[in-house]
């Protein structure tokens, strides 16, 4: 006995294409003339930071070549190695959460609306992370400080020396945070309660629209 397939509904094949428009992980907040600022300082700094990925690489490849092909190792170039890692990653924090690409737990918010987020968003940041990033930069400055005074050095033989330069990027990372924060805060109360007050920004896709 044959079973009729004519009462039901039809297959429907998502292509690549259409795939972004069910992938709504960002929130869209109003751009305000000062966080357009402090976006396009701490996204220049991330792109930036992210050639180091390259140089790491290429340390990377050159230390293992050197290891094994000819028995040379080099306790320097693993020191090289994690600090231009740590450097890179640090310092494009800031660039995550100014494009709202750092990873959300919050599995509540992306079911609200977007006054909703935005009221979420606002508490988040004048509670939970602008205190968090304050603090982290009141510590990080003096230990990187004291680090420069005391002349730090690697304690491996053959290691790296000023340590201090590794220790002061993690207070600059932090500071860049708060950057982004102070930017996000920005775009957050333009939406709640119209000050600063909103730009118009483009996007790619409404200048391909504006073409059409």
Do not use: C, N
């Not at 990377?60 to 290891?67: C, L, T």
């Not at 990033?133 to 990080?140: F, I, S």
Request: no cysteine; aromatic share 10%; proline share 4%.
């Amino acid at each position: 006995m044959a079973v009729s397939d004519k009462g039901s509904p039809p297959e429907v094949h998502a292509s690549a294409s259409d795939a972004g428009q069910f992938i709504h992980h960002h929130t869209e907040f109003p751009t305000t003339r000062l966080s357009k600022v402090l976006d396009g300082v701490i996204s220049a700094i991330g792109k930036s930071a992210s050639w180091l990925w390259i140089v790491v690489t290429g340390v990377i490849i050159y230390a293992v070549v050197g290891r094994y092909a000819f028995g040379m190792g080099s306790v320097t170039l693993e020191e090289v190695q994690w600090h231009l890692a740590g450097a890179g990653w640090l310092l494009g924090l800031g660039y995550t959460l100014v494009t709202d690409d750092h990873v959300r737990v919050d599995v509540i918010h992306e079911r609200l609306s977007l006054r909703g987020q935005a009221w979420i968003e606002l508490f988040g940041l004048l509670f939970l992370l602008l205190p968090f990033l304050g603090l982290a930069v009141y510590e990080m400055i003096p230990y990187a400080v004291s680090s420069w005074e005391q002349g730090e050095t690697s304690q491996a033989p053959a290691g790296l020396p000023y340590r201090w330069i590794l220790k002061g990027i993690l207070a600059l990372s932090f500071a860049l945070l708060i950057i982004a924060a102070l930017s996000r805060l920005l775009k957050v109360t333009a939406l709640l309660f119209g000050f600063p007050k909103p730009i118009r920004v483009e996007s790619g896709e409404t200048k391909k629209e504006d073409a059409s």
